[in-house]
């Protein structure tokens, strides 16, 4: 399961791997305000932000990422989200649309929202531009230690016992997590 979908589920803990779900209620909440609220923008901005503000309560409640950075990116793209609802209800004039400073408001929030998201990925990348590093410079220094030779090994691997692993030990990549022999 892991494998495949892992894209959908490494970033959350365990017993919140299913929060994509929760993610896609929120957006079928908010385009249902939208399209069923009323006619009146004002109405439909109130409905979803009602349904925004209980996403974040929600996620604030139980912070479902792994990484703290994630959560805190969340909690601040769907307030952000509110807010622009907020300040589109508050400063909608009803002769001419929205005024000057609400979309001013609006920008600002739009910038800061990208703004953060460009942080936290620039963040990852450098992060996982670290972990691979650090794996790599293990995966080195266990490669030197060993004897290396050009003509396939034959062995154990993984010590005396129920866990011993024996056949040829062409390459590091050939060792893999069940207790079968190992295949030439």
């Not at 942080?119 to 794996?135: G, K, S, T």
């Not at 030779?149 to 056949?167: I, L, N, V």
Request: net charge neutral.
């Amino acid at each position: 399961f892991y494998v495949r979908y892992g894209f959908l589920v490494a970033r959350y803990k365990a017993r919140y791997f299913n929060w994509e779900l929760t993610i896609m209620w929120r957006k079928c909440g908010v385009v249902l305000a939208m399209l069923f609220a009323s006619t009146y923008g004002t109405i439909q901005a109130t409905c979803a932000g009602l349904v925004l503000l209980l996403a974040l309560i929600n996620h604030h409640r139980l912070h479902p990422y792994r990484a703290t950075i994630h959560n805190n990116l969340e909690t601040f793209s769907v307030s952000c989200s509110v807010l622009v609802l907020l300040f589109g209800v508050a400063y909608q004039d009803n002769n001419s649309g929205t005024s000057t400073s609400a979309t001013v408001v609006v920008l600002f929030f739009l910038c800061a929202n990208l703004l953060a998201l460009f942080v936290v990925f620039i963040m990852d990348l450098f992060a996982l531009r670290r972990e691979e590093a650090e794996m790599r410079q293990v995966l080195e220094s266990s490669v030197q230690g060993s004897e290396h030779t050009d003509a396939p090994q034959t062995g154990s691997f993984g010590g005396e016992g129920p866990h011993a692993r024996t056949g040829t030990l062409a390459s590091i990549t050939s060792i893999d997590s069940t207790d079968k022999p190992l295949s030439s």
